[in-house]
């Protein structure tokens, strides 16, 4: 079967919600939030320009919008069930024992101050300080599909400091304040304790500059390419704190090999690349690299990574999982463009948990069928996206601040996929098993 999807194809995996929603159906004890949960999920999958409270209920002929705002703000549900339900979906749909873990933040442009965790911060949807919530979140990709499958809502010590603030945005006493690093640590806990397989993980400087984290992932096994600051130091056998860009800038003309980190929205992806050996005790089983990404436009423009791997690891894995860094950002793109991610209008802390929860159960099912129908040889018409945010470290296939506005959507649009080529949270006991790695 080929050609262009049409219309009708479309609004036909849209009707397929009740697949996903059936996962998490169990975890409402009335009837009313079960429907208005499906039904808000259409609405964030719908055309509609703005998706919050009124204007899908109207789309859903509720006369107002009372219904799904219990559902966001008063009903008895578990967010955090729900979370875990779409995971599992998730793994059930795309799981792969060579798939990589993503972990990034975005922002939520708001107005006002009692939302909670709002306040002037550094938010990559703007590119620069506004008035923001910034989220941390875990992606999944595969060769098949990207998609998000955890969150956590990050609250700067000015609002954890204030219990009476929070209590008015009905954050519980017990959550106290934690770092971006804190949630990521969490996400990861949660996918190692739920057995979810994966081989590596991968997240932007703002992560992999802290030894810290990297030290942490090392004890559980994990393994890794973050990347890092040009200024970060590392153990070589000649040196305790040897700078990442002196170490790189002394490797041989040979040891650069151009290589694609997979395809990106222009194409291949390619660069040239080089690796160094650091730590230089022995681990059985293990090594421990920097690794370079040079344009081959300005030779000037390097970046840097600091990896964890299996024995014998070749480069070629190396550059390609962190070409995968890329795909949270296209998920960040698509799930607000298309699953409403970024349109609401709630205040209280647990809300902006729910909502968060049921637009990622929308995109996840979106992207895991249209894998199906890839599968098929449907050949899929993409829609002009917005522009994504502009990352910490520019993707290299678009400019670091596009000012592009935003197109207007005639339809609902399909979630892309990635290239083949390229309320209290209870801790679980963690994974003791080292992922599998990439091959």
Same mark, same amino acid.
């Given at each position: 079967m080929g050609g262009d999807l049409e219309a009708g194809d479309v609004w036909r995996w849209v009707a397929g919600l009740e697949e996903v929603h059936e996962r998490f159906v169990h975890r409402f004890q009335r009837s009313e939030p079960r429907e208005s949960a499906l039904a808000y999920m259409h609405g964030l999958v719908s055309s509609l320009e703005r998706k919050n409270a009124w204007t899908v209920a109207e789309r859903a002929g509720h006369d107002r919008p009372d219904r799904l705002q219990r559902l966001l703000n008063t009903c008895d549900w578990d967010a955090d069930e729900v979370?875990?339900? &779409?995971?599992?979906? /998730? !793994?059930?749909?795309? #799981?792969?024992?060579? @798939?990589? +873990?993503? *972990?990034?933040?975005t922002g939520f442009l708001k107005k006002g101050v009692r939302s @909670? #965790? &709002?306040?002037?911060?550094?938010? =990559?949807?703007?590119?620069? !300080?506004?008035?923001?919530? *910034? =989220?941390?979140?875990?992606?999944?990709a595969t060769n098949a599909g990207h998609t998000l499958i955890d969150r956590e809502l990050y609250l700067p010590a000015s609002w954890t400091d204030d219990r009476e603030r929070c209590r008015a945005a009905a954050i519980p006493d017990e959550v106290a304040f934690a770092t971006k690093i804190d949630h990521a640590k969490a996400m990861i806990e949660r996918a190692l304790a739920a057995r979810v397989p994966f081989a590596w +993980?991968?997240?932007?400087?703002?992560?992999?500059?802290?030894? #810290?984290?990297?030290?942490? +992932?090392?004890?559980?096994? &994990?393994f890794h *390419? +973050? @990347?890092?600051?040009?200024?970060?130091? /590392?153990?070589t056998s000649s040196r305790m704190d040897h700078p990442v860009d002196e170490l790189v800038a002394g490797l041989p003309r040979q040891a650069w090999k151009r290589r694609s980190c997979g395809r990106g929205a222009h194409g291949e992806r390619v660069y040239d690349w080089a690796r160094a050996p650091i730590r230089p005790w022995r681990e059985e089983g293990v090594e421990h690299w920097v690794l370079a990404r040079r344009s081959i436009t300005d030779p000037t423009e390097i970046a840097y990574y600091v990896c964890f791997a299996p024995e014998g690891t070749a480069l070629n894995t190396l550059l390609t999982v962190a070409g995968r860094r890329w795909t949270i950002e296209e998920?960040?793109?698509? @799930?607000?463009?298309?699953?409403g991610l970024d349109h609401y209008q709630v205040r209280k802390y647990h809300a902006w948990y729910r909502h968060i929860t049921l637009a990622m159960a929308a995109h996840a099912y979106l992207t895991t069928v249209r894998v199906e129908e890839l599968k098929k040889g449907i050949r899929i018409r993409r829609t002009a996206p917005r522009p994504a945010e502009p990352a910490r470290d520019p993707?290299?296939?678009?400019?670091p601040h596009s000012t592009s506005p935003s197109p207007v959507r005639p339809g609902p649009a399909l979630v892309p996929l990635a290239q083949a080529s390229a309320t209290p949270r209870t801790r679980q006991p963690l994974q003791t098993t080292r992922p599998q790695p990439l091959k």
């Open positions: 979370r875990d339900d &779409v995971r599992e979906f /998730v !793994v059930g749909r795309l #799981g792969d024992r060579q @798939a990589v +873990l993503i *972990v990034d933040d @909670a #965790g &709002v306040q002037r911060q550094y938010t =990559g949807t703007a590119g620069r !300080v506004e008035n923001s919530q *910034v =989220g941390t979140f875990l992606a999944y +993980l991968t997240a932007d400087e703002a992560y992999g500059q802290v030894k #810290g984290l990297r030290y942490w +992932l090392e004890q559980r096994g &994990v *390419v +973050l @990347a890092t600051r040009r200024t970060d130091t /590392v153990v998920c960040f793109q698509t @799930a607000k463009n298309e699953c993707p290299p296939d678009r400019p």
